[in-house]
T-cell receptor, first 112, second 112 residues
Framework: GESVGLHLPTLSVQEGDNSIINCAYS??????FIWYKQESGKGPQFIID?????DKRQGQRVTVLLNKTVKHLSLQIAATQPGDSAVYFC???????????FGKGTSLLVTP | DGGITQSPKYLFRKEGQNVTLSCEQN?????MYWYRQDPGQGLRLIYY???????QKGDIAEGYSVSREKKESFPLTVTSAQKNPTAFYLC???????????FGQGTRLTVV
């Protein structure tokens, strides 16, 4: 079946470094992608989204890159802070579907 | 404040009992969703509703039921037919297809 998955289940970075979280998707018909941050015991919070007609989008300290050729999505966090420690999920909606389809998540740990 | 509210935050039930989880939103969103999250896992879609009085099964609908009688409300019933109901349940809403979904803070259901 089609799926959304992540390359790295855990990522440890030092405070101030840049973080890159990767996500592979298998549905070439997906046309909307989104990144969420989830802190322990809480609901996911929106970080940034991107549509399939774009390959890059920037927010505050975050950048999402979309490579449709290899079906790869990444989230870059600049100057990572301890408050960035959380689980990050990528999600997509396929052209034929309606609801977001989530990957398994990457745990980001920021050390001082 | 606009948002999406789930209640209760923690819920304990005996095996064999049905239980209903509440989800209310005041964002005037047409679409609402229920996801299940197990420890260390991504979110899996249970049911979704694109509009009042209409809903569709997601990937893991067996043992669950929903209703959408009002735009603001999308309660989820976990029935005794659900084999492994202990999990973290997340409700979300969105304006529609290919738009950001806003999540509630979740209900942690424990069945003993």
């Amino acid at each position: 079946g089609e799926s959304v998955g992540l390359h790295l289940p855990t990522l440890s970075v030092q405070e101030g470094d840049n973080s890159i979280i990767n996500c592979a998707y298998s549905n070439s018909a997906s046309d909307y992608f989104i990144w969420y941050k989830q802190e322990s015991g809480k609901g996911p919070q929106f970080i940034i989204d991107i549509r399939s007609n774009m390959d890059k989008r920037q927010g505050q300290r975050v950048t999402v890159l979309l490579n449709k050729t290899v079906k790869h999505l990444s989230l870059q966090i600049a100057a990572t802070q301890p408050g960035d420690s959380a689980v990050y999920f990528c999600a997509e909606t396929p052209n034929s579907g309606y609801a977001l389809n989530f990957g398994k998540g990457t745990s980001l740990l920021v050390t001082p | 404040d606009g948002g999406i509210t789930q209640s209760p935050k923690y819920l304990f039930r005996k095996e064999g009992q049905n239980v209903t989880l509440s989800c209310e939103q005041n964002l005037n969103h047409d679409a609402m969703y229920w996801y299940r999250q197990d420890p260390g896992q991504g979110l899996r879609l249970i049911y979704y509703s694109q509009i009042v009085n209409d809903f569709q099964k997601g990937d893991i609908a067996e043992g669950y039921s929903v209703s959408r009688e009002k735009k603001e409300s999308f309660p989820l019933t976990v029935t005794s037919a659900q084999k492994n109901p202990t999990a973290f349940y997340l409700c979300a809403s969105s304006k529609g297809h290919n738009t950001e979904a806003f999540f509630g803070q979740g209900t942690r259901l424990t069945v003993v």
